[in-house]
């Protein structure tokens, strides 16, 4: 890496479970990106999903991450509990602060994208690091149309730029087509709503912070 940032894809999400969808598209957005590492940011709590009853606790949640990043530079992470931080502005302030020596960049679906502006300071978000969106069936459209990508008007790049990231001014938003996939947590939990208990008396250590979670 000839003593150059660390080149780092941030994608957040619940994880409840991890599967095979979640693996392609990081793999791709890896390649897209010219990405060093990607951290799976497995959530202790999403503030737009309170009281979710289907969601499996933070040690299976990250166990089951762990398990599908298997022999890839993806590193699943439990950071955000450890950093008692709420909201994702606030997560990726600190992730800055705490190290420096990395190029960060937010990685999200399309639906994401559409609902953006729902999310706490989400301007703020924009402007502490580039945004790769990914598509996603049936999202797309909402996401163009949505008040979010208003807002960035022509600060969206062209795909071709996309490699190009660490030298972007924010905000910054770029676009990527990934084929797609059919796979998701939801049927994953219909299929095998207690798949959790098979972690229960495991422990499993943090990829990112080498912490232990019992």
């Known amino acids: 890496m000839s003593g150059r940032p660390v080149r780092t894809g941030l994608m957040g999400g619940s994880f409840n479970p991890a599967h095979r969808g979640h693996r ?3 793999l791709f957005a890896m390649e897209a990106l010219g990405l060093d590492e990607i951290w799976w940011m497995v959530s202790p709590g999403n503030p737009l999903k309170a009281g979710a009853r289907d969601m499996a606790p933070l040690k299976a949640r990250l166990i089951s991450a762990k398990r599908m990043a298997r022999r890839s530079r993806i590193r699943a992470t439990a950071i955000e509990s450890q950093l008692g931080t ?3 502005v606030d997560t990726l302030a600190a992730l800055r602060k705490r190290f420096p020596k990395r190029s960060f960049i937010w990685l999200m679906g399309a639906d994401n994208l559409a609902g953006f502006h729902h999310w706490h300071r989400w301007r703020d978000i924009a402007r502490q690091m580039p ?3 990914i598509a996603r069936p049936g999202y797309d459209e909402a996401a163009i149309s949505g008040p979010a990508m208003a807002w960035f008007g022509h600060r969206v790049r062209p795909r071709s730029q996309a ?11 770029v676009q990527l087509r990934f084929r797609p996939d059919p796979r998701s947590a ?4 219909r299929g095998d709503p207690d798949w959790f208990l098979d972690y229960a008396d495991m422990i499993v250590r943090d990829a990112v912070t080498r912490q232990v979670l019992a």
């Open 24 to 26: 392609a598209i990081s």
């Open 86 to 88: 709420r909201y994702t």
């Open 131 to 133: 945004i790769a969106v």
């Open 163 to 173: 490699s190009d990231w660490t030298r972007w001014s924010m905000p910054a938003l």
């Open 186 to 189: 939801t049927a994953l939990r």
